[in-house]
Each structure stands twice: as C-alpha cells, then as structure tokens.
C-alpha cells in the first residue's frame, strides 16, 4: 500500500524549531521528485519546499528562506524538513507530497495537481 506519513509537527514558541519527518511506503522513493506544502487557516494551500530525485537540487518559498532544511535519505525512504525560527505566520497544517520523476529545481516545483501520493499532514502551532 502506497502511503506517506507525515510527523513532527506541535506547538512550538516562535523562534522554536521543530523537524518534520515524512516516511514513503509502497513506492520507489528514489524515482519521486519530493516535498512539503502547507496550509494555514483561512488560506490556499502552499508549497513550502521541495528536494529534487537525482541531484538533491531544493527549493524554498521566499518566507521560509534562511530557517528551512530540507533533506531526504533515499536508503531510508525518509524526507525531513528542519525549521528553525519559527514564526506565527508558519502555523499550518504541513503536508509531504511526491511526484514520479518530478523535477524541483530553485525555482519551484510541480502543480499540486500533478502530485502522485500526500501524506495526511501533521499540524505545526506557533502562537502569536
């Protein structure tokens, strides 16, 4: 069964950090182009960051520039993303999502309608 599961998210302080795994199941992690949107209250869902299939290229939103790390370890079929720094306007729901043979380069990534598989999110909370 094809599932990613997303964890790590809670309630941080701002200028906590938090680390949130996402685990891929059922499909070759290796061949998906990988990463994480988000959705705040009230808002439209967002891509956050994602890291490229082959040569680990990454892309960050603007607002996230500087406090994210994104990585992924293709042996364990893991994506993590470190965020430090957190502020308010970073409270959403996160969600790992994955594209075959996607391409994330600096620019951006992929459509959300053109992701193969989404983990059900895990909710990050930093009061205001």
């Known amino acids: 069964e094809v599932q990613l599961q997303a964890s790590g998210g809670g309630l941080v302080q701002p200028g906590g950090s938090l680390r949130l795994s996402c685990a891929a199941f059922g499909f070759t992690f290796g061949d998906y182009a990988i990463g994480w949107f988000r959705q705040a209250p009230g808002k439209e869902r967002e891509g956050v960051s994602c890291?490229?299939?082959?040569?680990?290229?990454?892309y960050y939103e603007d607002s996230v520039k500087g406090r994210f790390t994104i990585s992924r370890d293709n042996a364990k079929n893991t994506l993590l993303l470190q965020m430090n720094n957190l502020k308010p306007e970073d409270t959403a729901v996160y969600y790992c999502?994955?594209?075959?043979?996607?391409?994330?380069?600096?620019?951006?990534?992929?459509?959300?309608?053109?992701?193969?598989?989404w983990g059900k999110g895990t909710l990050v909370t930093v009061p205001a």
């Open positions: 999502a994955a594209e075959f043979i996607g391409v994330c380069d600096s620019t951006g990534w992929g459509t959300e309608d053109g992701m193969d598989y």
């Open positions: 890291i490229n299939r082959l040569d680990d290229s990454t």
